[in-house]
């Protein structure tokens, strides 16, 4: 049965006249990097205006999150971004010592570190491949798996998990490293710089490549400050702003690293920048694996929710609820700290605030998630309006996103 | 009876053909999966060698799904017209001296008129469909087949005028059977030219843009499943095997080898396709994609001027040299 | 600069707008009337010797179970800080229960837009100015603001669209069409009970 050609096939053509259409691309599209849809109204290739939707992810982080203990709600931040949980994870704990004036020992202090550079690497690479994989470089992406395996049989040897690690705790971490881990890490970090120049030889000076990226989705500083970007992508615009140096956290301050920075503000810059960052982590680690102290994992002071060490914690039943640590604060003030806090860090998409208001119960009064990505995915307009449906593509690699963090 | 014996000879080159193409997927796979630090398939049969005839069936079976909003009759013709024109230059390439099934005196043009109408059954595909992705993706192969088809036949043009012929086995033998007497090195290049059509002709990394996975989820075939997209899926390996071909015909001497093998006189000219098929492959390891625009740069900008220029050489030296 | 300083020079500049400096930790918070907030923001960012030009987060808040002092039912609150001169301040406007709108921010920073219409979808509060106001998060026809006090945590009833389109699996499966995981159990066995009767 057939019907009249006309009639069925309703595609309108773009023509000289520049007669537009809409392509709604997502949220299930190979390079869309989640659920994104981005709403697209084109002249024949190039992009008049794009709108990205986003919030199929939502899950009502901050309604759940004022629902639950402190320490209950570390297994969320697991599900913002999913590529490096580790670093949320970490982010989140560091935000609520500092509300709760809790003090974590300096061994803690470098294990974390260690997992939130791992969890950098982990991310950038995932980062370096999809992205690869967008513009049409297929084998860098299966590169860049093969090193990332090493990272999360890493995490799983530390935790037992591959994405959804929930390892570091309020006060510390949940189990203290082994000689093994140490010992796989150290030789990780000592081969890693030969195989980002493996990646570097099939695309760094690759004249498709170069074709792609040089001189496409430019922000100066000035717009990307105005835009609200951080991480790589601000940094890609030659902003020095990065938070491990800004406002030190952990042992950030207690190694030496430097922020690559570049001026060009394009995607190739940004690229750059990633990529110099990946041995920076690397040398990171390194630093950390040699100074990393004897002593305690977790604070005193820790609310509970971790495993109690065989005959050092006394755990009774009905009091598990918080940790002798809090149960000394409470009896002291009478109720937890009151007042509001934000503590940002530098997780692999750029910067991870929480916000939190504590009105002297167990839970947050109020916690906002500033998440990155969401940031992110809101510049996107500027990137890509006037580009091509290609760059577009190119300009939701660079800048890195992810819904789930996006979305909350 | 003459009738019968060409059909047997169609016959036998389409089954053989056909297996070809099975083991061309298996063959780019296992290259590719080389390539990537990975192993490609391992599961059905020694090594995977099963694998392509496991793929074949799978499709067979699937469910042959039609958009509603589709062009019914267009929808289902298009990949057919695809394979069709595709199968049917096969018929005028000469695998060794007097393995042909059509000696003709206009073999190429023919093949080029094939490969233009292969392009027809992209550009329904893409319309009858009824998708964005899928028309834009056949836009862009239209534009594409266009510009690309230009500098390809300028590029043959100097094999033709140092042949003098359209006939497929005369290019071959015009060549001698001497390593140095192959097009290769006084058409290098028309080669340059040749070769980077026809990447483009077959979709190829970098110029797959029609099928660009990451930007039109699958171009022109999005709406397809089953055998219908496998029927693509063959048209383009059939693609790259007869563009090889030519490739091997008008530049590297065809069935001539440095020995003859006596019992499998085609020996040479599979070698010299499948050197040509692992080039493919490996381009489509390493490289990125261009983007559109770029792509109709080098095709007009590049190519053609390279191409025309190379006949002017081409003809001036043969006016010089007798 | 000091974080402290930062506020005291603020209540200088504008007596009328500050209605109380609070300091926790070592962050310090200033409590804003919402009438002149673009005012304060853009003498923040524009004054050279504070220079608060990374606008770090918006968020709304409601403060029902909080009332009392200076604080009204909602505050909008802005955390800025000063790439090149490292320091910070917090900026919570006041905002009325009976008038829930404040002016934008997407004029000073266009990062700003994004922040906005996260808090209108889920606080309820709107931006006067603001130039796309419309949900972000949720669905264009989803009712109620869930991040308020009042917002039960298991939300209230299901979002239209689920509805529609579990009425949609119940037509399918007339049709024989639908295996029917899109049931809730509670239909489940209201539709087993028809089958027995």
């Known amino acids: 049965m057939t019907r009249p050609i006309s009639k069925t096939v309703n595609v309108p053509v773009a023509d000289g006249d520049g007669e537009r259409y809409t392509l709604k691309m997502g949220p299930q599209h190979p390079a869309t990097h989640g659920v994104l849809r981005v709403d697209l109204e084109l002249d024949g290739e190039t992009i008049i205006k794009c709108s990205p939707q986003v919030g199929y992810l939502h899950r009502g982080f901050d309604k759940i999150a004022e629902n639950r203990t402190y320490a209950q709600s570390l297994i969320l931040t697991d599900r913002l971004d999913y590529i490096a949980a580790m670093a949320n994870n970490v982010g989140y704990c560091v935000a609520v010592e500092k509300l709760l004036g809790i003090s974590v020992p300096l061994r803690a202090k470098y294990i974390r570190t260690i997992v939130c550079e791992m969890s950098r690497i982990a991310s950038h690479l995932l980062w370096l491949a999809t992205h690869a994989l967008d513009i049409g470089a297929m084998t860098v992406f299966l590169y860049c798996f093969r090193e990332r395996e090493v990272m999360l049989d890493l995490f799983e040897e530390l935790c037992g998990a591959r994405l959804t690690f929930s390892y570091p705790r309020i006060g510390g971490v949940r189990q203290d490293v082994t000689r093994s881990f140490i010992d796989v890490l150290q030789q990780f970090v000592a081969e890693f710089p030969v195989h980002i120049g493996e990646y570097e030889t099939l695309i760094d000076t690759n004249r498709i490549w170069l074709k792609r990226t040089v001189g496409i989705g430019v922000l100066s500083a000035a717009e990307a400050l105005e835009l609200g970007l951080t991480g790589a992508c601000l940094r890609g615009s030659g902003v020095d702003y990065d938070i491990r140096k800004h406002r030190p956290y952990d042992a950030y301050d207690l190694v030496d690293f430097e922020v690559p920075l570049s001026n060009d503000g394009d995607i190739y810059a940004r690229y750059r920048c990633r990529m110099e960052e990946l041995h920076q982590s690397a040398r990171i680690i390194q630093q950390c694996i040699d100074q990393l102290p004897p002593g305690p994992i977790i604070s005193e002071d820790a609310p509970d929710l971790v495993m109690p060490l065989q005959g050092q914690r006394k755990v009774e039943a009905g009091s598990s609820t918080y940790g002798t640590g809090l149960i000394r604060l409470l009896e002291e003030h009478g109720q937890y700290p009151v007042g509001d806090i934000y503590v940002s860090t530098e997780v692999p998409k750029g910067e991870l605030g929480f916000y939190f208001i504590s009105d002297g119960s167990g839970r947050p009064y109020r916690m906002h998630v500033r998440s990155p990505s969401f940031i992110h995915i809101g510049a996107l307009p500027a990137l890509a309006e006037g580009s091509m449906i290609a760059d577009l593509i190119a300009n939701i690699g660079t800048l890195d996103v992810v819904l789930g963090e996006c979305d909350r | 009876m003459h009738v019968l014996i060409l059909l047997i000879e169609i016959l036998i080159l389409f089954a053989i053909i056909m297996l070809h193409v099975a083991y061309a997927t298996y063959f780019e796979r296992k290259i590719i999966g080389h390539m990537q630090v990975r192993m490609g398939p391992m599961r059905v049969g020694w090594h995977g060698l099963l694998q392509p005839i496991a793929d074949g069936i799978k499709s067979f079976f699937k469910e042959d799904i039609v958009p509603e909003q589709a062009d019914v009759v267009t929808f289902r013709a298009a990949p057919i017209i695809c394979l069709t024109a595709m199968l049917t230059s096969l018929a005028v390439l000469p695998f060794a001296k007097g393995w042909v099934l059509a000696d003709i005196n206009i073999g190429l043009l023919f093949i080029f008129a094939m490969s233009s109408l292969a392009s027809y059954g992209v550009i329904l595909a893409g319309w009858a469909s009824n998708s964005k992705y899928t028309f834009l993706g056949g836009l862009r192969s239209m534009a594409q087949v266009i510009s690309y088809e230009v500098a390809m036949g300028l590029s043959l043009v100097g094999v033709m005028m140092l042949s003098g012929t359209l006939n497929l086995t005369k290019i071959v033998e015009a060549q001698g059977g001497s390593f140095a007497g192959m097009y290769v090195f006084p058409q290098i290049i028309a080669f340059f030219v040749f070769f980077i059509s026809m990447l483009a002709e077959t979709n190829r990394v970098p110029f797959d843009l029609p099928e660009a996975e990451t930007e039109l989820v699958s171009g022109y075939c999005t709406e397809y499943s089953g055998m219908r997209y496998a029927i693509f899926f063959m048209a383009e390996y059939i693609g790259m095997m007869v563009m090889s071909s030519i490739g091997t015909i008008c530049f590297l001497g065809g069935w001539n080898g440095p020995f003859e093998v006596a019992v499998f006189p085609p020996f040479w000219f599979v070698v010299k396709v499948y050197l040509f098929m692992f080039v493919f492959i490996w381009i489509r390891a390493t490289l990125p994609r261009y983007r559109y625009d770029q792509l109709m740069s080098i095709g007009w900008k590049v190519l053609i001027p390279l191409a025309l220029g190379n006949i002017v050489l081409t003809g001036f030296i043969k006016a010089f040299t007798g | ?197």
């Open chain 3, 1 to 197: 600069m000091e974080s402290m300083e930062i506020a005291e020079k603020l209540q200088d500049h504008f007596p009328g707008e500050v209605l109380e400096i609070c300091d926790f930790h070592g962050q310090v918070g200033v409590i804003v009337k919402r009438d002149r907030i673009v005012d304060i923001l853009r003498w923040l960012r524009d004054t050279p010797e504070i220079k608060m030009d990374h606008f770090m987060d918006l968020c709304g808040v409601d403060n029902k179970k909080r009332l009392g002092g200076n604080l009204l039912r909602f505050e909008v609150v802005y955390n800025l800080y000063s790439i090149p001169l490292r320091h910070s301040i917090r900026i919570r406007a006041q905002v009325p229960e009976n008038d829930a709108c404040i002016d934008t921010a997407t004029g000073l920073w266009c990062g700003a837009n994004w922040h906005e219409r996260e808090c209108y979808d889920l606080m309820g509060i709107s931006f006067n100015g603001h130039p796309d106001m419309r949900r972000i998060l949720l669905p264009d026809d989803w009712v109620g603001h869930p991040l308020r006090k009042e917002y039960p945590l298991k939300g209230r009833e299901e979002w239209s669209g689920l509805v529609e389109l579990k009425h949609k699996v119940v037509e399918l499966q007339e049709f024989g069409l639908s295996d029917g995981t899109l049931r809730t159990e509670a239909e489940q066995s209201q539709t087993e009970g028809n089958e027995k009767s």
